[in-house]
C-alpha cells in the first residue's frame, strides 16, 4: 500500500513537471491570492493551461503565451450564485453571455429555484448549453412547481393522490439522474402552495441516494416566518439531506426583530448535527414592482380589451382602465377583495406580503413618501389600506415603484455575518436600460465586498469569500469549484478590493457593477481587463 501511494506521488510529480515545461496559456502575474476556504490571503501568481489552473510562486519565471499584470488585485475563486434565475435566459443563444453576472465575478449560476425547473427545461437548457455555451457554468435543481404543474395540471388546489405522487417522484428522479443538485421548492407560490408537508418530504427523499439538498422559498415567510423557516428544517431531517432556507429575510414591520429568531432555530438544528443552511441577498427590499401591479381585477369586470402583460411591464392603458374602476365604489371593492385574497384562493401580493412589508422606493410626484410602508401611508392619511393606495395611484401621474417584501437594515447585516449564510442573488437576466427589476441582478456580489466589507468592515474579505465560493460550491455538491488549488478548472474572479462596488438602486436597478476586472471561465477569458470578450466557455455542470 505504502509502495503504491508513493507511486502515485512520484506520477504526480512527473506530471506536473511535464505540465510546467510546457508555455502557459495565461499566467496571473503577482496578486493577493485568496482561495476561498476562508484562509487569509497570499501573495502568488497564477498559471492557466488547458482550462485548469496552477498555484506559482510570486516573481515566478514561468513563460506563458499571456502574462496578466495583476499587482495590487484579488485573484478569487469564480463567484457561485446558488439562488439564480439567469438560467431563462442562457437558453437563447442572443442572451446567453450573462455580462451583468460575468462583471459580478461569478462564474457558476444554479438555475431552477422555487421549484421552477422540471426535468423537461432541464433536458432543454441541457441541449442548450451543448450547442451554444454560455459566459457562466449553470448547475440546476430540479422543481416541485413545474412537477406538481406537470402531473396536476390545472386542478392543483388540492393535495396530490398516491397515484400522482409516484409520477412527482419519478420525475424527481429524472432530474436527478439529468445531474440536478437537488430539490427546489416554492411553497408560496401556485402550484406548490397547495403541497402538503408530506408530499415535500416524500419528493425530497427522492434526492438523498443521490446526494442530492433540499433548497426552498419556504411557505409563508411574512406571516409565519418561523413556522415556514421550521418546515425546511423538518423537511430535510426527515428526508436526510441538507437543507438551505432560500433568500432568508425578516420581511414587514411585523417580523421586525424576527431574524434572531431564526438565526437561533438555525443554530439548534445545526448543534443537533442538521445540515441546515441559508443564502441571503444583500438588500433591505426584496422584489420590487409598481404599486399599480399589486392591484387585482376580479375576472367578472375585467373589461374585454384588458391588455395582458407580463411582470415586469404594465402598460399605460392597463392602468388607465385600472385608476377607472377604482372611481367606481362598487368596483374598488370588488377589486380590493381579490388583491387582498386572492381570486379563489390564488396568489396575490397583499395577501403574501401585506401591507406592513410593502415600502415605497420610488415616486417622482410624492417624492416625501420614500420610505414609508403602506401601513404607514394609511395611518398617515387615517384611511383603510387599499383605499389609501387607491388613492395614492389615482392622483399619481408617474409610475410609483415599492418593495414588496422590506427589511430592516440591522437585520439584513445580522444575518449576513452568520457562518452559516451564504451570499446569493435570487438575480435575473439584465441589461443597461432594461425597465424594472431589482439592484440584486447586478450588484449582489460587489455590494457585499465593496459595502459590508469595505466600508463597513462587518466581515472580512477572506470570509465574505467563503461565503461566495467554496461553502455554496461544497453544499450543493460542486466540490472542483468555488477554490484557487492545483488542477482545479480555471474559474476565476481578479477584483480590486479599494474600488469593487455594486452601482445600482431601487430606483435604477440595471446599472452594472465595477471593480471586478478579469472573469475566467473554464480558463478562458469572459471578462478582461473589465471588457466583455465575448466568449461562452460555460457548461452545464453535474452535481458531483
Given at each position: 500500500?505504502?509502495?503504491?501511494?508513493?507511486?502515485?506521488?512520484?506520477?504526480?510529480?512527473?506530471?506536473?513537471?511535464?505540465?510546467?515545461?510546457?508555455?502557459?496559456?495565461?499566467?496571473?502575474?503577482?496578486?493577493?491570492?485568496?482561495?476561498?476556504?476562508?484562509?487569509?490571503?497570499?501573495?502568488?501568481?497564477?498559471?492557466?493551461?488547458?482550462?485548469?489552473?496552477?498555484?506559482?510562486?510570486?516573481?515566478?519565471?514561468?513563460?506563458?503565451?499571456?502574462?496578466?499584470?495583476?499587482?495590487?488585485?484579488?485573484?478569487?475563486?469564480?463567484?457561485?450564485?446558488?439562488?439564480?434565475?439567469?438560467?431563462?435566459?442562457?437558453?437563447?443563444?442572443?442572451?446567453?453571455?450573462?455580462?451583468?453576472?460575468?462583471?459580478?465575478?461569478?462564474?457558476?449560476?444554479?438555475?431552477?429555484?422555487?421549484?421552477?425547473?422540471?426535468?423537461?427545461?432541464?433536458?432543454?437548457?441541457?441541449?442548450?448549453?451543448?450547442?451554444?455555451?454560455?459566459?457562466?457554468?449553470?448547475?440546476?435543481?430540479?422543481?416541485?412547481?413545474?412537477?406538481?404543474?406537470?402531473?396536476?395540471?390545472?386542478?392543483?388546489k388540492r393535495y396530490s393522490t398516491?397515484?400522482?405522487?409516484?409520477?412527482?417522484?419519478?420525475?424527481?428522479?429524472?432530474?436527478?439522474?439529468?445531474?440536478?443538485?437537488?430539490?427546489?421548492?416554492?411553497?408560496?407560490?401556485?402550484?406548490?402552495?397547495?403541497?402538503?408537508?408530506?408530499?415535500?418530504?416524500?419528493?425530497?427523499?427522492?434526492?438523498?441516494?443521490?446526494?442530492?439538498?433540499?433548497?426552498?422559498?419556504?411557505?409563508?415567510?411574512?406571516?409565519?416566518?418561523?413556522?415556514?423557516?421550521?418546515?425546511?428544517?423538518?423537511?430535510?431531517?426527515?428526508?436526510?439531506?441538507?437543507?438551505?432556507?432560500?433568500?432568508?429575510?425578516?420581511?414587514?414591520?411585523?417580523?421586525?426583530?424576527?431574524?434572531?429568531?431564526?438565526?437561533?432555530?438555525?443554530?439548534?438544528?445545526?448543534?443537533?448535527?442538521?445540515?441546515?443552511?441559508?443564502?441571503?441577498?444583500?438588500?433591505?427590499?426584496?422584489?420590487?414592482?409598481?404599486?399599480?401591479?399589486?392591484?387585482?381585477?376580479?375576472?367578472?369586470?375585467?373589461?374585454?380589451?384588458?391588455?395582458?402583460?407580463?411582470?415586469?411591464?404594465?402598460?399605460?392603458?392597463?392602468?388607465?382602465?385600472?385608476?377607472?374602476?377604482?372611481?367606481?365604489?362598487?368596483?374598488?371593492?370588488?377589486?380590493?377583495?381579490?388583491?387582498?385574497?386572492?381570486?379563489?384562493?390564488?396568489?396575490?401580493?397583499?395577501?403574501?406580503?401585506?401591507?406592513?412589508?410593502?415600502?415605497?422606493?420610488?415616486?417622482?410626484?410624492?417624492?416625501?413618501?420614500?420610505?414609508?410602508?403602506?401601513?404607514?401611508?394609511?395611518?398617515?392619511?387615517?384611511?383603510?389600506?387599499?383605499?389609501?393606495?387607491?388613492?395614492?395611484?389615482?392622483?399619481?401621474?408617474?409610475?410609483?415603484?415599492?418593495?414588496?417584501?422590506?427589511?430592516?437594515?440591522?437585520?439584513?447585516?445580522?444575518?449576513?455575518?452568520?457562518?452559516?449564510?451564504?451570499?446569493?442573488?435570487?438575480?435575473?437576466?439584465?441589461?443597461p436600460g432594461d425597465k424594472g427589476?431589482?439592484?440584486?441582478?447586478?450588484?449582489?456580489?460587489?455590494?457585499?465586498?465593496?459595502?459590508?466589507?469595505?466600508?463597513?468592515?462587518?466581515?472580512?474579505?477572506?470570509?465574505?469569500?467563503?461565503?461566495?465560493?467554496?461553502?455554496?460550491?461544497?453544499?450543493?455538491?460542486?466540490?472542483?469549484?468555488?477554490?484557487?488549488a492545483n488542477g482545479l478548472p480555471?474559474?476565476?474572479?481578479?477584483?480590486?478590493?479599494?474600488?469593487?462596488?455594486?452601482?445600482?438602486?431601487?430606483?435604477?436597478?440595471?446599472?452594472?457593477?465595477?471593480?471586478?476586472?478579469?472573469?475566467?471561465?473554464?480558463?478562458?477569458?469572459?471578462?478582461?481587463?473589465?471588457?466583455?470578450?465575448?466568449?461562452?466557455?460555460?457548461?452545464?455542470?453535474?452535481?458531483?
Amino acid at each position: 500500500m505504502k509502495r503504491i501511494f508513493i507511486l502515485l506521488i512520484i506520477s504526480f510529480l512527473v506530471l506536473f513537471a511535464c505540465v510546467n515545461q510546457r508555455p502557459y496559456d495565461i499566467i496571473l502575474f503577482n496578486g493577493t491570492i485568496i482561495d476561498g476556504t476562508g484562509k487569509s490571503g497570499m501573495d502568488g501568481s497564477i498559471g492557466v493551461l488547458d482550462g485548469k489552473m496552477y498555484l506559482l510562486p510570486k516573481n515566478t519565471t514561468a513563460k506563458s503565451n499571456q502574462i496578466i499584470n495583476v499587482e495590487n488585485l484579488v485573484i478569487a475563486p469564480g463567484f457561485v450564485d446558488v439562488h439564480n434565475h439567469t438560467e431563462r435566459a442562457l437558453i437563447n443563444s442572443e442572451s446567453n453571455l450573462n455580462e451583468a453576472f460575468i462583471r459580478q465575478g461569478v462564474t457558476t449560476i444554479l438555475g431552477g429555484p422555487d421549484g421552477s425547473l422540471g426535468p423537461n427545461g432541464i433536458q432543454k437548457l441541457i441541449g442548450a448549453m451543448n450547442d451554444n455555451g454560455a459566459g457562466t457554468n449553470v448547475a440546476t435543481y430540479v422543481g416541485h412547481n413545474a412537477i406538481r404543474r406537470d402531473v396536476m395540471k390545472d386542478d392543483y388546489k388540492r393535495y396530490s393522490t398516491e397515484k400522482e405522487l409516484d409520477e412527482m417522484r419519478k420525475m424527481v428522479q429524472e432530474g436527478m439522474k439529468m445531474g440536478a443538485v437537488g430539490f427546489s421548492t416554492g411553497l408560496m407560490y401556485n402550484p406548490g402552495n397547495y403541497a402538503s408537508k408530506a408530499e415535500v418530504i416524500a419528493l425530497a427523499k427522492e434526492v438523498e441516494p443521490y446526494g442530492g439538498i433540499y433548497d426552498s422559498h419556504v411557505r409563508n415567510p411574512v406571516h409565519d416566518l418561523i413556522g415556514s423557516d421550521r418546515e425546511v428544517i423538518e423537511v430535510s431531517n426527515a428526508a436526510g439531506i441538507g437543507g438551505k432556507i432560500g433568500h432568508l429575510k425578516s420581511v414587514g414591520l411585523h417580523n421586525a426583530g424576527k431574524i434572531k429568531e431564526v438565526i437561533a432555530l438555525v443554530d439548534s438544528a445545526r448543534d443537533a448535527g442538521l445540515n441546515i443552511v441559508s443564502d441571503q441577498y444583500p438588500y433591505d427590499g426584496a422584489a420590487t414592482a409598481r404599486l399599480a401591479r399589486i392591484f387585482i381585477i376580479p375576472k367578472n369586470i375585467v373589461p374585454t380589451d384588458f391588455p395582458e402583460v407580463d411582470d415586469n411591464a404594465f402598460e399605460e392603458r392597463s392602468i388607465s382602465i385600472l385608476k377607472n374602476l377604482l372611481k367606481n365604489k362598487e368596483d374598488r371593492e370588488q377589486i380590493r377583495i381579490v388583491s387582498e385574497n386572492g381570486e379563489e384562493g390564488s396568489f396575490a401580493w397583499l395577501k403574501a406580503t401585506g401591507y406592513t412589508s410593502m415600502r415605497i422606493t420610488h415616486s417622482q410626484d410624492f417624492p416625501e413618501l420614500i420610505g414609508i410602508y403602506l401601513s404607514q401611508l394609511a395611518e398617515q392619511k387615517n384611511q383603510k389600506p387599499f383605499d389609501a393606495i387607491s388613492e395614492l395611484l389615482l392622483k399619481a401621474d408617474n409610475p410609483i415603484y415599492i418593495t414588496l417584501g422590506a427589511i430592516k437594515e440591522k437585520e439584513v447585516q445580522d444575518l449576513l455575518v452568520q457562518p452559516w449564510n451564504m451570499v446569493a442573488s435570487d438575480g435575473a437576466y439584465s441589461l443597461p436600460g432594461d425597465k424594472g427589476g431589482h439592484p440584486r441582478s447586478t450588484g449582489t456580489f460587489p455590494r457585499v465586498l465593496g459595502h459590508y466589507v469595505r466600508e463597513l468592515q462587518i466581515l472580512s474579505l477572506e470570509e465574505a469569500i467563503r461565503k461566495m465560493t467554496s461553502f455554496p460550491a461544497d453544499f450543493i455538491g460542486l466540490e472542483a469549484r468555488g477554490r484557487i488549488a492545483n488542477g482545479l478548472p480555471a474559474d476565476i474572479a481578479v477584483f480590486n478590493p479599494e474600488t469593487i462596488i455594486d452601482k445600482s438602486t431601487f430606483v435604477e436597478p440595471n446599472y452594472f457593477s465595477e471593480g471586478v476586472i478579469h472573469v475566467l471561465v473554464n480558463g478562458q477569458l469572459v471578462l478582461f481587463e473589465e471588457e466583455i470578450t465575448g466568449k461562452k466557455p460555460g457548461i452545464f455542470l453535474k452535481k458531483q
